[in-house]
């Protein structure tokens, strides 16, 4: 079971937010591990992984405050079954590619922060569908 906690931020706030979120994954243990923008929004989606579930309710201070004060737009944490890594080819960028991956009610897929060819899916159950594996084939994308 994975935890994670989505994070819903402006594209105005998102340098800013993205440093809060680093400090705070230095001291928990946890990992900022990707984001998705979505420009027709103008909102840009982080994804934190706990490491420890202990350690929501210390995401969720400072989350709450953040909330409050309108530096966020939203949070939510969610478990998960199961986690998949996934990459390209290093010359295509596979948070495009991905805005197309048929996706389930409540999964998320979205790219890692610091390797443009690699993504994160996250499902609720233990696999792929059959259209998610097809998809993944017909598209050249190597689940690691």
């Known amino acids: 079971m994975f935890t994670l906690i ?48 202990m350690h929501l309710s210390k995401h969720l201070a400072i989350l709450d405050g953040a909330l409050q004060q309108a530096v966020i737009n939203s949070f939510h944490p969610a478990i998960y079954g199961y986690m998949i890594n996934v990459c390209c080819a290093p010359s295509q960028e596979i948070s495009t590619q991905l805005q197309e991956f048929p996706l389930r009610f409540g999964e998320v897929c979205f790219s890692d922060s610091t390797d443009t060819a690699r993504a994160f899916i996250f499902i609720r159950g233990t696999e792929l569908t059959e259209a998610q594996t097809m998809w993944l084939v017909e598209h050249k994308i190597e689940q690691l």
């Open 6 to 53: 989505d994070i819903g931020v402006s594209e105005q706030h998102a340098k800013a937010v993205q440093a809060v979120i680093e400090s705070c994954c230095t001291e928990t243990g946890d990992v900022l591990l990707g984001q998705r923008n979505y420009a027709e929004t103008e909102e840009v989606l982080f994804f934190v992984l706990l490491m420890e579930p």
